[in-house]
């Protein structure tokens, strides 16, 4: 509990994890408002194709903020400080005073669940009314089923981005990845046209838990458990890799 | 000691390229883009090959993959600037070439010199896979239907690269030069399309498209390639610009 406590507070001392919260908090809420005004005339009309949509998108594509949250919070650990200040590493210092490497992973894994499941909420409490002052009457009802799978959605993003980060040391390769991933048109996207395979890529599968699209493959129960699966395995070879590596190298 | 200022120059590039080429991740991230690069080029192609053949689709299917392909442009930018600012390395730079504006430009310049030959064979590569791949279905390709788009991509890809360049060198950090960029490229500006049509062909990214995209039928291009030159380069420029100036009023 005090190691979680020590993760949860060096993460808010982050210079960076302010524009995670704020991306987190606001970009889905400005992809709603966007959506829905350009969907307003349809939806009214009645001919709207996305009305299942409108809301959603903006829960599925502002990801980012957890993406940046996961990846920052394991890549400022191995930043090496310049060699005018010591050239030392924060990891050092983390593993000198929580000695086991398996409780460390697991407060500081907690501590990005914890943090990405508040800025979902917040996230959904802006879009929903973002929504909702738009559209007014036509907006479409939010189901507690389908929020909770964005929120699962959130947080398993947000634990892949950690677990990666875990195995690469460095945050650009991750946080590249996720980012393109997480964009309008996803590198998962199109593999699906090519293969049925890439339906089960965790991204492809988890937005199946919200997203009711009319190309969906999974039910929303079986897309979580695809995403919970990857999100395991990654964690499973990372505490491996993590408990076997020398710290600094 | 007294040096002309010609052979200073010749100095300086030196050691700015010199700094590039040891830089191991610079490597990492152009094999990276290679590679991936090819990955999108075979899906793009089998994904499009029940589609209508002919030089337009494959120089079209050849440069689809454009649009990811950027991002590791974008990262060799940034990496090329911000990494003087890890560890004491800028004060360093500095102390060995005191002319700020100078030393800045001429990284640009070697950053500019790495990037056309690599941006070049990414892009070509790209085309060649789906020309290898649609070799069946595919008419003869004509010359100079192609080295236009490329040159247009390799372009594209340079002046997107010292645009990143200018952002890493204003902003000093990886991840938030690195977040913003991105987030442009992949969400902002997609979205935004459909929203301000009237002022989107004024951004750098959707100017830039028209450079390497062939003219098609069934779209109006808004802009001719040099239209969009003009515009990627403006901003490139400007980016520069203010990159210098603050570079030269700041504290390291």
Not at chain 1, 121 to 127: E, G, P, Q, R, S
Not at chain 1, 145 to 170: E, P
Not at chain 2, 208 to 236: A, F, K, R
Request: proline share 3%.
């Amino acid at each position: 509990m005090r190691a979680f406590n020590a993760e949860l507070s060096k993460l808010f001392s982050l210079p960076g994890i302010w524009l995670a919260f704020l991306i987190g908090a606001f970009a889905p809420a400005v992809i709603a408002t966007l959506d829905s005004t350009a969907q307003k005339e349809g939806i009214i009309a009645g001919v709207s194709t996305r009305l299942s949509e409108v809301g959603y998108i903006g829960l599925a594509l502002g990801v980012q903020g957890v993406i940046i949250l996961g990846v920052l919070a394991v890549s400022s650990e191995y930043l090496t400080e310049s060699s005018e200040s010591g050239g030392g590493n924060q990891i050092t210092t983390s593993l000198t005073v929580v000695s086991s490497r398996f409780h460390f992973l697991l407060a500081k894994a907690s501590a990005v669940t914890v943090i990405s499941f508040q800025l979902c909420i917040v996230a959904i409490l802006t879009t929903v009314s973002a929504t909702n002052l738009i559209l007014g009457e036509y907006a479409p009802a939010f189901e507690s089923s389908r929020l909770i799978g964005a929120v699962c959605y959130w947080i398993f993003t947000a634990l892949l981005a950690f677990g990666i980060t875990v195995l690469t040391k460095n945050g650009i390769i991750p946080l590249a990845v996720l980012m393109i991933n997480s964009s309008v048109v996803t590198v998962s996207y199109l593999l699906s046209k090519v293969t049925k395979l890439a339906f089960y890529l965790p991204d492809k599968a988890g937005l199946d838990m919200f997203m009711f699209t009319s190309d969906r493959f999974h039910t929303p129960f079986t897309g979580g458990l695809i995403m919970f699966a990857w999100v395991a395995v990654l964690f499973i070879v990372a505490a491996i890799v993590f408990h076997r590596r020398d710290v600094t190298s | 000691m007294s040096v002309s200022s010609s052979r200073k120059i010749t100095l300086i590039l030196g050691a700015e390229l010199e700094k590039l080429v040891t830089l191991p991740l610079i490597w990492l991230t152009l094999l990276g883009t290679f590679i991936l690069n090819l990955v999108l080029a075979v899906a793009f192609t089998s994904a499009g090959l029940q589609g209508a053949a002919g030089t337009q689709s494959i120089l079209k299917i050849g440069l689809a993959s454009m649009v990811y392909l950027q991002a590791g442009f974008i990262i060799l930018g940034i990496l090329a600037t911000c990494s003087e600012y890890t560890g004491g390395q800028i004060r360093t730079t500095l102390t060995t070439i005191p002319w700020r504006g100078f030393q800045l430009s001429t990284k640009y310049l070697a950053l500019a010199i790495v990037t056309i030959p690599m941006a070049f064979i990414i892009a070509a590569s790209g085309v060649l896979s789906a020309f290898i791949m649609m070799r069946d279905t595919a008419l003869v390709i004509e010359i100079d239907a192609v080295i236009k788009p490329l040159a247009g991509a390799t372009g594209y890809l340079t002046l997107t690269t010292l645009l990143s360049a200018a952002i890493g060198a204003l902003l000093r950090r990886t991840t938030p030069a690195l977040v913003i960029l991105l987030g442009h490229y992949f969400i902002v500006s997609p979205l935004l399309r459909d929203f301000l049509s009237s002022i989107k062909n004024y951004f750098p990214d959707t100017a830039g498209y028209y450079m390497y995209m062939p003219p098609s039928s069934d779209e109006i291009n808004v802009l001719t390639p040099m239209q969009g030159t003009g515009v990627l380069m403006v901003w490139t420029l400007i980016f520069i610009t203010v990159a210098i100036v603050f570079y030269r009023k700041r504290d390291a």
